[in-house]
């Protein structure tokens, strides 16, 4: 091809160019005259824009998605949770017997430092990992290593409760409306009361067990992990 037809083509590309431009901006300029089709391309628009933010969303909650189903694939099973009841159980004991005699370093929820509620914080995440720990358990734990009483442990423990319940809860309902499920009337009704009366019988075993602990420590609780951990052990061979 000579440099002639080169720029030959290219003059009557930039014209096409040219034309469609001009075509392009006439039609947008009779649609903006047009209230109502202006209208329908603005929804229409809005409503591409909600689908790529929703699989923009849809996205990063597969990868959650998939963590989660790799832990359930991994530990939700009977003998990984009975391990991890045994385990924290004997835990519990060793903790015990390792602090008799000894005097709190924290004994006041006052005096529970940055440092020591993130340290006790870490331990919860062992809960989060392996079904079967118990989340107050693991904190408890943490929280006696570290020198805090008793009281003070399970008192904290409890506060402690109160943003992982509230995340969970508002992560579960977000997953359901990022893939479209909404909740009705009365399911908004049934979950509203089970939180009123879970908050009610929470008060009220907090009670007891605070005034428990007061007097006893956290071996009993050891022993009751240890047998259950067995019995789920003696069921799963029997059921499955």
């Given at each position: ?19 469609v ?9 009779k649609?903006n ?7 329908q ?11 790529q ?8 909650y ?30 519990f004991?060793?903790v ?37 720990t118990?989340r107050?358990?693991?904190t408890i ?20 409760a ?5 995340g969970?809860s508002?992560?579960?309902i977000a997953?359901y409306a ?6 009705t009337g ?8 089970g939180?009123?009366v879970?908050?009610f ?16 420590d ?9 047998i ?5 052990i ?7």
């Open positions: 091809m000579s440099n002639i037809d080169y720029y030959v083509n290219r003059a009557i590309e930039e014209i096409k160019s040219e034309s431009y001009r075509q392009y901006t006439t039609s947008l300029e649609l005259a047009n209230p109502e089709i202006k209208r391309v603005d929804e229409l628009r809005r409503l591409n824009y909600q689908a933010i929703k699989n923009d969303d849809a996205d990063s597969d990868t959650i998605d998939d963590i989660d189903d790799k832990i359930d694939e991994l530990f939700y099973h009977p003998i990984p949770v009975a391990i991890a009841l045994i385990v924290v159980g004997i835990v004991i060793v015990e017997n390792a602090k008799k005699g000894s005097r709190p370093a924290i004994r006041s929820i006052g005096e529970i430092t940055y440092k020591a509620a993130i340290i006790i914080g870490l331990f919860q995440l062992i809960a989060a990992v392996f079904p079967g118990s107050s358990g693991a734990i943490g929280a006696l290593i570290i020198g805090v009483s008793r009281s003070v442990a399970a008192e904290f423990t409890f506060f402690l109160v943003p992982v319940m509230f969970a508002l992560l579960k997953k990022a893939v479209g499920m909404a909740m009365t399911e908004w009704i049934v979950l509203i009361v939180c009123l879970a908050f019988v929470s008060v009220f075993v907090i009670k007891f067990l605070m005034g428990y602990i007061k007097k006893h956290f071996k009993v609780f050891g022993v009751y992990r240890i259950l951990g067995i019995a789920v003696a069921l799963s061979f029997v059921l499955f």
